[in-house]
């Protein structure tokens, strides 16, 4: 990607647990990544500063929101940042978490979602970048500019061959996500299916299948999710598409969590490939064979060089970026 970006008047920093990705970003538009002084006081508490000046500058850190300990980190840093007159603060992390808390669901909830907002507002972040947020109205929760960015696209820049040769299925494993799959499916190709699978929640991180809306039977399939957490929605999917007949399976999400772990997709026989991108700092403990990292790298760098360059974040969804 050819950049046009005045090193002289850009900062770009990446927070402890998005570093790798941010130093690549940061040698594809050709710019310094600046360096985060951290120390950890004895009763854990941090201290976070710029290494250098950042008065008058556009600042841009790259980070993830997978932890409590992350989101301090950033908090921290964008009121430092503030208070050091930076002219102004893009944040683009690639999870959000707390999204899956979007509204109040039962009594005595809280919104957590709202209140990531109001925290990251508060700080000073002037503007937001983000990837396929669990419900996109979050969008709506906040005050400042927050573009929610799609990995569907590297997702289908990376299948685009495959498809022509297996000729996938799209399906859903649950009613949520059926536009995502819709989305999915007519950026690989207009004529392409789609299968909802019926799923029923029965408690935190529990659910059950009662039937499919489709016919996966003899099909290839891909089944696209924003998050695997635990695995149990999305292989539990997968092995009901597998008994009622479909050939071989994708799994396909954004934000891979894997809270237990990968032996979950590596026992699993109706499992293929697991396609997920670095929107979660965890890429180096994965140990399975079935898992492919599909990097947010070049949709960060384009997204910091069309905002650098007061251009048009529609522009990010051309393949020609991402090659
Ligand atoms: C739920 O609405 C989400 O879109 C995901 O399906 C869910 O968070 C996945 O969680 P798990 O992997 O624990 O089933």
């Known amino acids: 990607m050819s950049s046009r970006i005045d090193n002289n008047k850009i900062i770009l920093f990446g927070l402890s647990n998005q570093v790798s990705l941010a130093k690549l970003v940061a040698k594809s538009l050709k710019i310094d990544l600046t360096e985060i002084e951290k120390t950890v006081f004895a009763d854990k508490e941090i201290l976070v500063r710029s290494s250098k000046t950042v008065r008058n500058k556009k600042v841009y850190i790259i980070c993830s929101i997978n932890s409590h300990d992350a989101l301090m980190e950033l908090l921290l840093f964008v009121d430092s940042l503030k208070r050091a007159s930076?002219?102004?603060?893009?944040v683009i992390s690639t999870y959000l978490g707390y999204s899956r808390q979007d509204r109040k669901a039962s009594q005595r909830e809280p919104i957590g979602a709202k209140l990531i907002a109001r925290l990251l507002e508060i700080s000073g972040v002037n503007k937001l970048i983000t990837f396929d947020l669990h419900n996109p109205s979050i969008q709506g929760f906040y005050d400042i500019p927050v573009d929610d960015l799609r990995w569907v696209y590297p997702l289908t820049h990376s299948l685009i061959k495959e498809e022509k040769k297996m000729k996938f299925t799209i399906v859903s494993p649950d009613h949520g996500g059926a536009v995502r799959a819709r989305k999915f499916a007519e950026l690989i190709t207009k004529d392409i299916d789609?299968?909802?699978?019926d799923k029923r929640r029965t408690g935190p991180n529990k659910s059950e299948i009662v039937g499919l809306l489709g016919d996966v039977k003899n099909k290839n399939c891909i089944i696209i999710d924003d998050i695997i957490d635990t695995g149990g929605t999305i292989v539990k999917a997968a092995e009901y598409l597998k008994k009622i007949g479909a050939k071989q399976i994708y799994l396909a999400a954004t934000h891979g969590l894997f809270s237990k772990g990968f032996e979950i997709f590596d026992e699993s026989n109706a499992i293929d490939k697991?396609?997920?991108?670095d929107?979660?700092?965890n890429v180096d403990?994965?140990?399975s064979k079935k898992i492919e990292i599909i990097s947010?790298?070049?949709m960060i760098s384009a997204a910091i060089d069309i905002d650098f360059n007061?251009?048009?974040m529609s522009d990010l969804y051309s393949f020609k970026k991402l090659n």
């Not at 697991?274 to 991108?277: A, G, P, Q, R, T």
């Open 285 to 287: 403990r994965i140990n």
């Open 274 to 277: 697991v396609l997920i991108s």
């Open 86 to 90: 930076a002219s102004s603060i893009m």
């Open 279 to 281: 929107s979660i700092p």
């Open 296 to 298: 947010l790298q070049k």
């Open 194 to 197: 789609i299968a909802i699978v």
């Open 310 to 312: 007061s251009k048009s």
